[in-house]
């Protein structure tokens, strides 16, 4: 697989190139590197997604964590904030969510959370990578009852509820939603935290089957939840994606709601009540060019990072903000949460919408979003190392910069959780920006596929 880590986590192929034998080693790995320093007896919490293949992988990193005394408490199906969350309510040591995300059922994944709930910085990864493919690790080998030892943790998605529930003030009776579950994660705790909150609540691709998790559903194909809305006369529609820690929207007439556009609604919102620290919002680098517009109309500082919610918490952490996220629905309430919540989002903007009475459609026009064409490329692990290198890739670059400089931005960056590389240019001009963008794309295709 080459380096292990991506921007969120380890992640490939379940059984072909995320193998057992490498869970299992990042397993041992991580509770070596994870709880150092720590309590004799270390404690882990393992959460998944609905893919069939976690619980393969389950196995082999509760294998993993118990070869060398570590305590694994099992979660079950519940979302990657959930993990993040529990694993301070439960003074657990770490967590681990086997999840891809959004991407398709054949691909799973391992994310890892040290004790405090944060996402793990670089050098921790790294070290954790490096004791993984050098074998460079001196691992305890307990016998007895010192090998660690399994539980479960029946209450897990109750909490979390709980918690979510705890984040507003006011029942969201009288709101007549949808909500798309992506066949993941959110099935577990979706129907519940609606109902509990009062709001009518159609709850769509919520029967997951091992394999149709992000199927032609969730927060990356948000047709059939746009036709929904419309057909039935809803209020607007919420989509989240494989472990619901992104989320999309769509609005009373089926138009989608992005996560600049959702950040765009809950900044005024915070601001007005005085809870965006410093009147800061933290984005990325691929944050639409109309939020940075709306952010001067209305005397906020922006900030952009890396692409990653990881990234945007560092900034917040940092600069000791409390409100940031990214276009494609990770969105993060340092108030609340640790990492991007999609079932957070959800609550927190229908909260906005029930104090102010206003449609979601009204709320969004604060923010005019600028035409923007996003390009993937399917590229090896080989192809994206040489495009940092490639000088005819570099040339065409700096070509559509300047033919983009003062109407608009071209960004182009290796995915890190996928196998592609993406080509972002935005602009005044749509004509304008399909054609540098699709320049540059055919530069890429010719040198790299």
Known sequence: MGRLFGTDGVRGIANTELTCELAFGIGKAAALVLTKGGRRRPVVLIGSDTRASSDMLDAALTAGLCAVGADVIRLGVIPTPAVAFLVGKYKADAGIMISASHNPAEYNGIKLFSGDGYKLPDALEEEIEQIVLDGDGAFPAPIGGEIGRVSEAPNAAKDYIDHLKSTVLYALDGMHIAVDCANGAASATAPR??????????????????????????????????????????????????????????????????????????????KERGKLAGDTVVGTVMTNFGFTKFCKENDLQYIATKVGDRYVLEELLLGEFSFGGEQSGHIIFRDFATTGDGQLTAIQLLSYLKRSGAKLSELKSIMTKYPQLTINLEISAEGKVKFYTNSAIKKAMASAKKALDGVGRIVVRPSGTEPLIRVMAEGDDPALVKEQAEAVASVIREQLQ
């Open 193 to 270: 935290l609606f109902e509990e909150l009062h709001a009518k609540a159609e709850i769509l691709s919520h029967e997951p089957d091992g394999v149709n998790i992000n199927r032609d559903c969730g927060s990356t194909h948000l047709e059939a939840l746009s036709r929904y809305v419309v057909e039935h006369g809803l209020d607007l529609g919420v989509a989240f994606d494989g472990d619901a820690d992104r989320c999309l929207c769509v609005d009373e007439n089926g138009e989608e709601v992005d996560g600049d556009q959702i950040m765009a609604i809950c900044a005024i919102d915070m």
